[in-house]
């Protein structure tokens, strides 16, 4: 399974990503989780995109394309992956299916997890996420067993930088203007499937498997 994970910031894609990557047995490959991780090991790739990261701003395209293209070529990409945050606007979609085109392989499918506007800022202002494993939670709507605590691998989860009031709004800007249009992208392609990402995890979770086991347009 070649997947491409798409919905606006807070929609889902990271909690959603951890259930398919068990299901499925491929890599997750988060562009936000490289960009954290060398921001947390203060790289020099990680301290230039803080700047961008913290404005609520895409990191620009030549490094995040570079990036992902290293990432698709590791082995343990070559019975899939999921990838998660890219592209992100209509050129990194355009050198994601040269870089595939190279790699002699095409996307089974682009899952977008479809949320109101009006909820993904709620849900991204309360998501706490554990820096360990990168499992995704809610202060209301998705609580860990125990407070602050991850559920999964037991360490303190945190609230991300960028999950702020402050940032939200040029985030939910630079999706709608740059990301959005891509769903049309791949609806061109053939490969667009659509889930209601609002509801309980579990039900969403299996209206994926449901969607993904269809067969495209
Ligand atoms: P995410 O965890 O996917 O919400 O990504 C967090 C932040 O990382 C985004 O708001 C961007 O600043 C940056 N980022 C992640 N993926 C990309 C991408 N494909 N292109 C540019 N910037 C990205």
Request: charge should be negative.
């Given at each position: 399974m070649r997947l491409l994970l798409m919905g606006a910031?807070?929609?889902g894609k990271g909690t959603q990503a951890v259930f398919i990557k068990n299901a499925y047995n491929i890599p997750h490959i988060s562009t936000g989780d490289m960009f954290r991780s060398a921001i947390k090991n203060a790289t020099p790739l990680g301290i230039m995109a803080k700047s961008y990261i913290d404005k609520g701003l895409l990191v620009p395209d030549s490094v995040t394309i570079g990036l992902v293209k290293e990432r698709l070529s590791e082995a343990d990409c070559i019975g899939g992956f999921i990838l998660d945050?890219?592209?992100?606007n209509l050129f990194q979609a355009e050198e994601l299916d040269k870089i595939l085109a190279e790699l002699g392989v095409k996307l089974d499918a682009c899952l977008n997890i479809d949320v109101d506007q009006k909820v993904l800022t709620d849900r991204i202002v309360g998501r706490r996420v554990c820096p360990k494993c990168g499992a995704s939670f809610h202060i209301e709507n998705l609580k860990p067993q125990v407070e602050g605590i991850c559920d999964y691998c037991g360490a303190e989860l945190i609230q991300r930088k960028d999950d702020t009031l402050e940032t939200v709004t040029p985030r939910l800007e630079v999706y709608n203007t740059s990301t959005a249009p891509l769903l049309d992208y791949y609806k061109k392609q053939g490969i667009l499937k659509c889930v209601?990402?609002?509801?309980e995890v579990e039900q969403i979770f299996a209206n994926i498997l449901k969607a993904l086991g269809e067969k495209n347009d």
């Open positions: 910031p807070g929609a945050g890219f592209p992100r209601d990402g609002e509801g």
